[in-house]
């Protein structure tokens, strides 16, 4: 499918993981035209009249699904949700049938999240349709690092020099490895921090500093992302107790004191209170967890835009 080329260039958004500077800059750009379209007393564009956007949803989600649904229906696109729960997957359908049948149905855009990693990768090769990866196994969640970098630049003005502490659960964290790809591809340095038995196995792997202990990562630092602890991910015992995870390793007024004075706190949600944040923090002057929330649906507008409209179209034609 070559729709969408000349506005962007990408047919699918897999990852952050080797998305150039330039094509993540070209969605904060556009998400920018959407944010404010989204302010107005009507938030609707014709842009995509006539597109069928199809949110498939393997894992339960609040945000993420209501924000591409949301996003979909401001461009005026056709927009079908399904769940797991609800469809022929309950019954044994394998995920190659599910697709082929989607896919029979020419749907414009696919929007998948799915328990294993690399999910989205495998319906990409099987569908003629544009996916999204809104979030797979511990792997990627390129949407939710786009709208946090949306969130960044809007907050403190810009990206590149900017130290970000990403603190918790980073092993279990497609979020944590979204961000770190794509903060450090825009200019940024990201630190890693939490308890050595939820760092990443290899952090090597990534381009960050990692640290055992909360306060030497949050020293400086202009943003602090904290991590849901994700028990339904865990196999075995890699916490002795949430208590004492809290008082560890919990962001409260003291830890958040090394970070600039004009830091800002963000999570991606869902926000496990008094465990990994003081719920007086996340509803703080600093806490942008908010605005997160509706940056995510105009990052969103700008993807379904980028991805599927006619070639030459503009955003809000
Ligand atoms: C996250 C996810 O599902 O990866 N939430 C989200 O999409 N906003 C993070 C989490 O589950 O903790």
Request: charged share 20%; with cysteine; glycine share 8%.
């Amino acid at each position: 499918m070559t729709a969408g080329r000349e506005a962007w260039g990408l047919t699918h958004l897999l990852g952050t993981e080797g998305l150039a500077a330039e094509d993540a800059v070209k969605v904060l750009d556009t998400a920018e035209v959407f944010f404010e379209v989204s302010r107005r007393p009507v938030r609707k564009a014709p842009t995509l009249r006539g597109k069928t956007v199809v949110n498939l949803f393997f894992e339960p989600s609040t945000r993420t699904r209501t924000s591409f649904e949301i996003a979909g229906k401001r461009l005026s696109a056709d927009v079908v949700n399904i769940s797991a729960s609800s469809s022929s997957v309950s019954k044994g359908e394998s995920l190659l049938d599910t697709v082929k049948n989607l896919d029979a149905m020419q749907p414009d855009i696919l929007v998948v999240r799915h328990t294993a990693s690399g999910a989205p990768h495998y319906v990409a090769s099987r569908t003629r349709a544009h996916v999204i990866n809104a979030g797979d196994g511990t792997h990627e969640h390129p949407t939710q690092a786009l709208l946090d970098a949306f969130t960044i630049r809007r907050s403190l003005g810009r990206i590149a020099g900017l130290t970000v502490a990403i603190c918790g659960d980073v092993a279990h964290s497609r979020v944590a490895r979204s961000n770190a790809m794509l903060l450090t591809t825009l200019g940024a340095k990201v630190h890693f921090a939490g308890p050595r038995t939820l760092l990443p196995p290899a952090p090597d792997a990534y381009p960050v500093t990692t640290f055992d202990r909360i306060e030497p990562a949050l020293e400086g630092a202009d943003v602090v992302m904290v991590l849901r602890i994700q028990r339904e991910r865990m196999a075995g015992a890699l916490l002795p107790s949430l208590r004492e995870y809290a008082r560890k390793f919990g962001l409260n007024a003291a830890r958040l004191a090394r970070a600039k004075p004009d830091a800002i706190v963000m999570h991606p949600g869902p926000i496990n209170r008094g465990v990994e944040i003081d719920g007086s923090l996340a509803d703080g002057p600093r806490s942008v967890i908010l605005d997160q929330v509706e940056a995510g649906v105009a990052v969103r507008m700008a993807l379904l835009y980028l991805l599927s409209a006619e070639p030459g179209q503009a955003p809000l034609a």
